[in-house]
């Protein structure tokens, strides 16, 4: 399965591709055919087993960069995504979008701690089954486009579709002290099959 927009990209690119062989010769088109072919292969949507359960799961394919306390008993994980991942976001939860903000920022490489802060973003706030969780689409060096299919009053599923993220970037994901990360730094996560948190219950989050 390939996401609209690559196809529109690779399309693109292949009558660029035409164009050029048929004025300059076949050797000169070649840059264009490995740009379309590249297109088709980053925007590609493989199909996800989502795990059942009170679980969380990863919004996006790459490498957990950071997992670390921020603000009041909230911890955030973040994952890096390079050129070959899958750029397709997913849900960590199910629930309610009870809000979407968009922030203008940077453009700084989104391997950097500090990009969670400055760079341009859009944050999501879901809510179900009782919690919140806030996660935040994060534009990267390269990446200038932010795409999000869903807006406040949705109801998304967990491991739905709700947007990508054009090129290198970066995710967030916000979680309250209900919740019990699963995954470190260097750990490899796949959007919406890799588990990053389980649900407490309430004896286990009040530190009964």
Excluded at 39 to 50: G, N, Q, V, W
Excluded at 126 to 133: F, K, Y
Excluded at 173 to 185: D, K, M, Q, S
Aim: with cysteine; aromatic share 10%; charged share 20%.
């Amino acid at each position: 399965m390939i996401v609209r927009d690559g196809i529109h990209y690779a399309a693109a690119l292949a009558a660029a591709g035409i164009l050029v062989a048929w004025l300059a010769g076949g050797w000169f088109s070649a840059p264009l055919w490995v740009l379309a072919a590249f297109c088709l292969y980053f925007f590609r949507d493989p199909e996800r087993t989502i795990p059942a359960g009170r679980v969380a799961v990863a919004p996006a394919d790459g490498k957990v960069v950071a997992v670390k306390p921020e603000g009041t008993a909230v911890h955030r994980i973040s994952i890096f995504l390079n050129i070959f991942n899958v750029h397709v976001n997913r849900s960590p939860i199910g629930g309610l979008i009870s809000n979407v903000q968009y922030q203008k920022g940077q453009f700084r490489v989104a391997s950097r701690e500090v990009c969670s802060a400055e760079n341009e973003q859009n944050r999501v706030t879901l809510q179900g089954d009782g919690t919140s969780v806030m996660f935040k689409q994060i534009a990267g060096l390269i990446a200038r486009r932010i795409v999000f299919y869903k807006h406040p009053g949705d109801r998304v599923e967990k491991g739905e579709r709700i947007g990508l993220i054009k090129f290198g970037s970066r995710v967030d994901v916000l979680f309250g002290p209900e919740w019990e990360i699963v995954v470190r730094p260097g750990m490899r996560v796949a959007a919406g099959s890799s588990v990053i948190a389980r649900r407490l219950d309430v004896a286990e989050a009040d530190g009964a």
